[in-house]
């Protein structure tokens, strides 16, 4: 699991302490995060090289007489799989949430806060059950200590408020379509190939997707709609292939509408001559 990367002195305090069971070395703070979105609402699709920058806004509101300052006191919001008892993985942010006060009262500070989640495949994402659902949870952590060649001291009191809110994070997925012969007879028979792919993060490649549904779709020259021809299944290595009849020039294409752990992904259109 990859330890929090929010700032060098709250990663050694919870390299020390263990995010799981921190040593509390002062009372908890009452925090509240409410009104948290990730990636607009949209999936995290995630590819094999690039890495995917993830927006999260959120409303933090803590009391008036707590001071974040990023260098020993820390909040912001963590996405993780799992439970807080037992992460499979987490993510954060790799830089400072920027927060602007909203609202005040004697005892509390009301915050719009925003920040950014890197995620990187193969480093961040490093095996197929990161496809899933991902919880949102607020953090809080405080570290206080002394370093030197010739002492070490550390407290840090940690705390994370989950089930805020869901992500999905999905794989990314390829499309290809290839329609053949060109040129053709009318009424002559085509062949349009493809094949589906998503990617694999623990060896970051794309791989065949076999026993998946495609739509095919053709799309006459001259128009700008695709209509649905005709449904095809993934084969070994996520092959596609299927025949239809010549009847005007324009583009085959295939569509995969995705599924809960892979995103949608559509092929470009392939254009054959009818003569």
Request: hydrophobic share 40%; charged share 15%.
């Amino acid at each position: 699991m990859r330890k929090l990367a929010i700032g060098t002195a709250l990663t050694g305090a919870l390299a020390l302490a263990g995010i799981a069971a921190p040593a509390a070395s002062a009372a908890t703070p009452n925090l509240v995060f409410s009104a948290v979105t990730v990636n607009k609402g949209k999936a995290i699709v995630v590819g094999t090289a690039k890495t995917v920058s993830v927006p999260v806004t959120y409303t933090m509101t803590r009391p008036a007489d707590l001071v974040i300052d990023n260098k020993k006191t820390f909040a912001a919001v963590i996405l993780y799989r799992g439970t807080l008892r037992a992460l499979d993985n987490e993510l954060d942010p790799t830089t400072m949430p920027a927060c602007t006060t909203t609202a005040t009262t004697d005892t509390t500070v009301t915050e719009s806060c925003s920040e950014t989640i890197q995620v990187a495949p193969g480093l961040d994402l490093f095996e197929a059950g990161d496809a899933t659902t991902w919880k949102a949870g607020g953090l809080y952590a405080h570290t206080d200590g002394t370093a030197s060649d010739d002492f070490l001291s550390a407290e840090s009191d940690v705390a994370i408020w989950g089930n805020l809110t869901t992500a999905k994070v999905q794989r990314a997925a390829r499309l290809t379509a290839d329609a053949s012969p060109e040129p053709v007879a009318k009424g002559k028979t085509i062949t349009v190939r493809g094949k589906l792919t998503r990617a694999d993060w623990e060896s970051t490649s794309y791989k065949g997707y076999s026993g998946q549904k495609a739509v095919l779709q053709f799309r006459a020259a001259g128009s700008t709609t695709y209509t649905n021809v005709k449904g095809i299944t993934s084969g070994t290595g996520g092959a596609l292939s299927t025949t239809v009849k010549a009847s005007k020039s324009g583009y085959y294409r295939y569509v995969f509408a995705g599924t809960a752990t892979t995103a949608a992904a559509t092929a470009t259109g392939d254009y054959i001559a009818v003569k």
